[in-house]
Structures are given as C-alpha cells and as structure tokens.
C-alpha cells in the first residue's frame, strides 16, 4: 500500500497563477482533509471530505477550492495564488475497517507539497 | 474558539532521560486527544489516542496522561533515544466530530 500521496513535492507560483495539488489515497478511506501548515502555526485545515460528493470548509478555506474526484482522490485547487498562501500542504486521509472514519481514529498524512508564491 | 498550547520552546534533553511534552486547551474538554510525530520533511504519523474518561495511557516508551480538571495532557518518552527527536503535535477532537485541532508542536531534540 502507497497510503496517503501527493503530488507535486514542491512547486513555484506568481502571483496571480492558479495550480491543483493532487492527493489520492488507497486504503478505502471515505474521509479525506487538506491541511496547510505554517511556522509555528500548527497544521490548520482547508477542506475536508466526509465521503464521495461531499465536501466542506475548515478553519481556512478563503482562497481555495478542492474536488473530491472520487473515493481516492481529492484534490485543492488555487484560482490566484498569492504570497499569503506559501506554505506546506498536507493531506490526509481516514477510515476505519468498513472505511467510515469514527470519532478518535488516526488520521493518515502525506508527505506533502511545498508551495511558494513569489 | 479554542485554543490549544504546547511547548512553544524547543526542549533538548540528554539520551535515556524521560522527555515531557506539554498539550494545553482552553474552553471545554474534548472527547479524543490525539498525539503524532513529525519528522522534518514529512507528514505526521499517529502515536497514541486516549479518551476523555482515561487517564492514562502506555504503548512501550511512550506514554500520555489527560487531565480534564487542569485541562491539560502530558505526553512522556521514556528511556529516549537520539532517534527520537522529532517535533509532536498534539490534536483535540470533540463529540461533534469529523476534524482535528492540532496544536502548533513541540521540536524536541535528544542529545547522545
């Protein structure tokens, strides 16, 4: 098992450029996350999907959109990216055996992109 | 909103020392507190979960404590090792459920 990836590992934008970072996962996970993750800021949450065809916002949504392309991939797209958005992004996934995350379960991370907006 | 705090400052200790980490929140307690491992350039990795209504929990070197009435969990690695030197997030989940809460980490370092 893969488990959790993303692509690109690391990317340069200009202002004003839009790119989708892709994450897929592979161990039939319904819920899925992108987090963002800052200098002494923690890991904060973008987006989240509970399942297929649903998506909701997090802590930080402005400034992005994702896409829950199917039960393995979800993916965030930024229309215009701006300087405020260089950071690192990480997505994860969870799920338990039936692939239903309950409440307290681990969730599962990838090794994540590093973004930078000049 | 909550807030939770760790150890903003890096905590360097000497190899087979017991390290202790600090996770502290504010408002109410949540029902799952989560503990993970970050390595530089990679994603988090789950260690432990313990429960509002424990109090403790072991899993070989590590271990974690909940304390609802200071509103705090200490996270302890035993005997450490050079190899654990990570930085450790901790993460708070309520009844409400669905997202983690991380707190911006702890870098700790173990000197040989």
């Known amino acids: 098992n893969a488990g959790v990836t993303q692509t690109p590992k690391f990317q340069v934008l200009k202002t004003g450029q839009s790119m989708t970072l892709q994450c897929a996962q592979d161990m039939n996970h319904n819920s899925m996350y992108w987090y963002r993750q800052d200098p002494g800021m923690g890991l904060r949450l973008i987006y989240y999907?509970?399942?297929?065809?649903?998506?909701d916002k997090g802590e930080v949504p402005n400034g992005y959109n994702v896409s829950r392309l199917n039960k393995r991939e979800f993916s965030l797209r930024l229309e215009s990216a701006a300087p405020s958005q260089t950071s690192v992004y990480f997505c994860?996934?969870?799920?338990?055996?039936?692939?239903?995350?309950?409440?307290?379960?681990?969730?599962?991370f990838g090794p994540g992109t590093r973004l930078t907006v000049l | 909103s909550q807030k939770i705090e760790q150890n903003s400052e890096a905590l360097n200790i000497q190899e087979g020392k017991t390290a202790t980490l600090t996770c502290n929140y504010t408002n109410y307690s949540p029902a799952y507190l989560q503990w993970y491992r970050q390595d530089p350039g990679r994603g988090p990795v789950f260690l432990l979960l313990?429960?509002?209504?424990?109090k403790e929990k072991r899993k070989e070197r590590l271990k974690v404590t909940f304390d609802t009435t200071l509103k705090q969990s200490l996270f302890h690695i035993t005997a450490s090792q050079p190899a654990d030197s990570a930085t450790y997030l901790c993460a708070l989940e309520y009844n409400q459920g669905g997202k983690l809460i991380f707190g911006q980490g702890t870098e700790l370092s173990v000197k040989p």
């Open positions: 994860a996934s969870g799920g338990g055996a039936s692939g239903w995350r309950a409440i307290g379960d681990e969730q599962f």
């Open positions: 313990i429960r509002e209504n424990e």
């Open positions: 999907s509970a399942s297929e065809g649903t998506t």
